[in-house]
């Protein structure tokens, strides 16, 4: 994946049930759009302007590390809950972490929802289709 349109560290990656995939990037709190030729297609989730990473606060987006995507093309994604703490540098925060979901409405992106909050280190994301093959990218868990 190249290194523009702010995904500046990939960590994530799950294939789009229409074919392409998307790409979470931690650090910049994006998921991308990709066709199946790696080409550019959309951005899907970016932190509002001028958002940062502080000592109490984590990007509005979350920090995206593993995906997932269902049958219905929902996009789960665990936020691992990235704070700049003055003590204890950089990374996860104590209970800072979410699972979130971006549902599509005539084929828009919505705002991400929270499923589950207050979680230490979720780093990975398995979803799992009765009679298929689970679907999921990065990290090295479920959450």
């Known amino acids: 994946v190249p290194g523009e349109h702010d995904v500046l560290s990939p960590a994530g990656i799950a294939a789009r049930p229409s ?3 998307y790409v979470s990037s931690v650090i910049t709190g994006v998921i991308n759009e990709y066709d199946a030729d ?3 297609v959309r951005t899907i989730l970016a932190p509002g302007p001028g958002e940062g990473i502080g000592a109490d606060t984590t990007l509005s987006t979350g920090t995206p590390l593993g995906i997932g995507v269902d049958p219905a093309g929902t996009i789960w994604y665990a936020d691992i ?3 700049n703490d003055p ?3 950089f990374g ?3 209970g800072t972490g979410t699972v979130r979901r971006i ?3 005539d084929g828009e992106p919505q705002p991400p929802e929270t499923v589950a909050a207050g979680l230490d280190f979720p780093d990975g994301i398995g979803v799992y289709v009765p009679g298929g093959a689970a679907s999921g990218g990065g990290g090295s868990s479920a959450a």
């Open 19 to 21: 074919g392409g995939f």
């Open 38 to 40: 790696w080409g550019f």
């Open 81 to 83: 809950g990235i704070v």
């Open 87 to 89: 003590e204890d540098g």
């Open 92 to 94: 996860p925060g104590d």
């Open 103 to 105: 549902t599509f409405v």
